[in-house]
Each structure stands twice: as structure tokens, then as C-alpha cells.
């Protein structure tokens, strides 16, 4: 299953993507881009 996960590189995601894969699903990142602040 495609499972996309908002916050993945915080608390809970860093945890949850890494199980998530290791169950064989694929996993879609979505991110901030930080380089547009302001």
C-alpha cells in the first residue's frame, strides 16, 4: 500500500516510517521546504 505521511521526519514519523516500510509498504514523504521562510 502507497501511504503518505506529513511529519515524517518528526517525533512520531521517525518511528512510524521505518515500521511502516518493514511491513512492505511504500512510503511518500511530505515535507517542508525551509528554504522559502519569510
Partial sequence: M????S???G???SA???Y????GHT???LV???SQQG
Fill in 7 to 9: 511529519g515524517s521526519s
Fill in 20 to 23: 511502516l516500510k518493514s511491513h
Fill in 32 to 34: 517542508r521546504d525551509h
Fill in 27 to 29: 512510503i511518500l514523504r
Fill in 11 to 13: 517525533f512520531i514519523g
Fill in 16 to 18: 512510524l516510517v521505518p
Fill in 2 to 5: 502507497k501511504i503518505l505521511i
